[in-house]
């Protein structure tokens, strides 16, 4: 059976920011019935620490980084996970990225080349009993991994590596200070290497090294190739052309199912999307929404310039102008959230918002609000659209990135042949957001038109089923040595 190391800093439900937790959390379960073992390594949060208790030890470090720190194996949704104790460097209060303030750990490029290393000492053989035949990498967090793995491996033989780039707006970005601390060879120190604008890249560095990269969409993947999206990554992304390819996620159906979900007042499926009504009653008397006629409106989200959340705070008003309501759940800029408390405060019963983090809460919005929000300015896959599609919630989105790639625009054609499920807007400005609230409230008041985009969109099928294989076929290319290589 194929051995694949997955490193990265989140997996759900043991630690998730964001949809990477969620997709780290899947791989495992959606590469299994290809005959590929997935085993996950991330680091020791406390969270991650008080899920494995005492688990038994794999390699000991006396210095990682500065550092005492510990291989740990133990399980996640069954399937093996390893973890990388270091209490210097994660045992800390606050988020995985900083703390309770939110501002960054000083020294996050310490604990991220930890993880690298221990990722690569893994891959390459070197840590006695363990093997793999592939060391995938998440983010910028797991950049260095195949950075160590190609400039120093270790004894034994290093495995190829896949880098997957699920926000490159994230980068790792470090001061050239660090690089002697990092235990790379001169060489490594280049534009070929780990360099980046005259520092560190941690996520440069896993681009450069890595023998394949993918993006989670194939949207994606194109936009950055250029500057508007590559963030200062276009240049190697379009030199590594050959190397680049889009994977879009897929969703758990275990866990987002609107026919099993526990966190549902009412559990449904598209022969009785009427049932929805009672998690809409739900969520409005746990907002204090008034009930309305017009479209009850969800955002599920951290609240940040690319989710083009301050657009959306900016058009709130017309929102409520054209008959709409809105539960938002978010967290995130400190000032939108206070425009978004504003907001309330102006309409109260029709803007109602939770500032904070509930992962139950977000099921009983899909299950029971008409239509999620997403005016991303970017947006590498995004679940928040695929779990609405699955849950008959309408996305109403900005066309990119991986909303493009799998939402069908309700144009008049589309509506005419069944296909559309929902609604797609170009550009995020005051304009274009304002028309697609009118389009949504209008698309609403047809009643059939919108049952049908409703069931089509739950009808469509997000499931890993066809991403794990494309998954499992670039793994079994790569370790036969038959992917595009390193140019
Ligand atoms: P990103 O990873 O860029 O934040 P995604 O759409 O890929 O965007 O994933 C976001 C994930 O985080 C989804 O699972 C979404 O439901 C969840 N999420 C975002 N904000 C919240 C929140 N405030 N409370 C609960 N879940 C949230
Ligand atoms: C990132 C992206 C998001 C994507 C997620 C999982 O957080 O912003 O679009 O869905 O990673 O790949």
């Not at 290393?117 to 260095?144: Q, V």
């Not at 919005?365 to 779990?387: K, M, N, W």
């Not at 274009?432 to 919108?450: G, I, K």
């Amino acid at each position: 059976m194929m051995q694949v190391l997955s490193v990265a800093s989140e997996a759900y439900p043991l630690v998730k920011t964001g949809g990477l937790g969620d997709v780290v959390g899947a791989l495992p379960g959606a590469l299994s019935g290809h005959g590929i073992m997935v085993t996950t390594l991330l680091p020791g949060y406390p969270a991650v620490r008080a899920h494995i208790g005492d688990a038994p030890l794999v390699h000991h470090y006396p210095n990682l980084m500065g550092a005492e720190a510990r291989i740990l194996a133990s399980y996640i949704n069954g399937f093996p996970l390893l973890v990388l104790d270091a209490p210097a460097l994660f045992q800390r209060d606050g988020g995985p990225y900083g703390d309770r303030s939110g501002a960054d750990w000083p020294d996050n490029w310490r604990r991220f080349a930890a993880l690298g290393r221990a990722g690569a000492d893994l891959a390459s053989g070197a840590i006695p009993n363990w093997r793999f035949d592939l060391l995938h990498a998440h983010d910028w967090h797991a950049g260095l991994a195949p950075a160590y793995l190609s400039y120093a491996p270790g004894p034994g033989a290093a495995a190829p590596s896949l880098m997957t780039i699920h926000n490159i707006a994230f980068q790792g970005r470090f001061d050239i200070s660090i690089f002697p601390f990092l235990g790379l060879p001169p060489r490594a120190y280049t534009i070929d290497g780990v360099e980046y604008y005259n520092g560190v890249g941690f996520l440069k560095a896993g681009l450069a090294s890595a023998q394949a990269i993918t993006a989670v969409s194939p949207g994606y993947a194109r936009e950055i190739r250029e500057p508007a999206f590559g963030m200062g990554m276009e240049g190697l992304i379009r030199t590594r052309g050959g190397a680049v390819s889009g994977i879009l996620n897929g969703i758990d159906p275990k866990i987002w199912n609107p026919q099993s979900d526990a966190a549902l007042a009412a559990r449904y499926d598209s022969h009785n999307l009427a049932m929805r009504r009672t998690n809409k009653r739900a969520i409005e008397s746990g907002f204090g929404l008034t009930q309305g006629d017009g479209p009850l409106f969800t955002v599920i989200s951290r609240l940040s310039w690319q989710k083009g959340m301050d657009v959306l705070a900016e058009q709130l008003d017309t929102l409520v102008a054209l008959g709409g309501r809105l539960a938002l759940l978010g967290t995130g800029d400190r000032p939108l959230e206070a425009k978004f408390r504003a907001a309330a405060g102006r309409h109260p019963g029709r803007i109602a918002v939770a500032l904070g983090y509930d992962e139950k809460l977000s099921h009983l919005l899909q299950g029971g609000a008409d239509a999620i929000l997403i005016p991303s300015r970017f947006e590498p896959c995004g679940l928040t659209q695929l779990y609405g599609l699955a849950y008959g919630c309408v996305p109403v989105a900005a066309r990119t990135g991986g909303l493009g790639d799998t939402i069908i625009d309700a144009n008049e054609a589309a509506l005419a042949q069944g296909v559309a499920t929902g609604i797609l807007f170009d550009g995020v400005s005051n304009e274009s957001l304002a028309n697609a609230l009118q389009r949504t409230v209008s698309l609403y008041a047809r009643r059939d038109a919108w049952s049908k985009m409703q069931v089509q969109g739950m009808a469509a099928d997000f499931s890993w089923h066809q991403s794990g294989a494309r998954y499992a076929e670039l793994y079994t290319r790569l370790v036969q040595g038959r992917a595009d290589l390193k140019t």
